[in-house]
């Protein structure tokens, strides 16, 4: 069967509408992905953080929740989601007042390594998916332990710089906090 040639002088005027009509669904779906319909924390599983401080991590979803546990004894943890995947992971170790910073950074979970970037004070180490503070409890949790404080980016976007602000601020909330008892 021939088409006539009003018929394809139709389809033409019609495929720049059609195409248009296209993109817009594609940046419209795109925009609704990068959306965040939820209110940033202030706090992690009850320690005051601002959310400030979260939001360079946070992804966008729908609905954020947190999980605590302390399942193992000396070791706390709280968990950040979006929609149900895991954002962030923040946690508080009792360990032996003669461990260092390093060594604690050497430990695998943690997403830091003993080489990674350091605060002047040496009280925190960082990179851009991990970071470990020193808690200076006040007096500490026992004679022969010390507490330190890490947080691990799971989900979350990675950042070295604003994770060494929420570890320091993390770790200054928790000495005043129960997990130095």
Sequence with gaps: MKRSAL???ADRRLLPSIVGVMILAVISSACAADAKSYETPESLCGTPVPSKLLDPFMTPGKKVSTVSRSETEGIRRCRLYVDDKEILSASTLWISRDTSLLEVAAMAYNSVDP???KTKDGRYIYSKTGAIGTVTCQPPPTPNERVFASIRISGGKPDA?????L????SEKLANSDHCS
Excluded: P, Q, S, V
């Excluded at 710089?161 to 602000?165: F, G, P, S």
């Design 7 to 9: 018929t394809g002088n």
């Design 161 to 165: 710089e604003a994770l060494k602000n």
């Design 115 to 117: 080489g990674d970037k």
């Design 167 to 170: 570890i320091r601020e993390y």
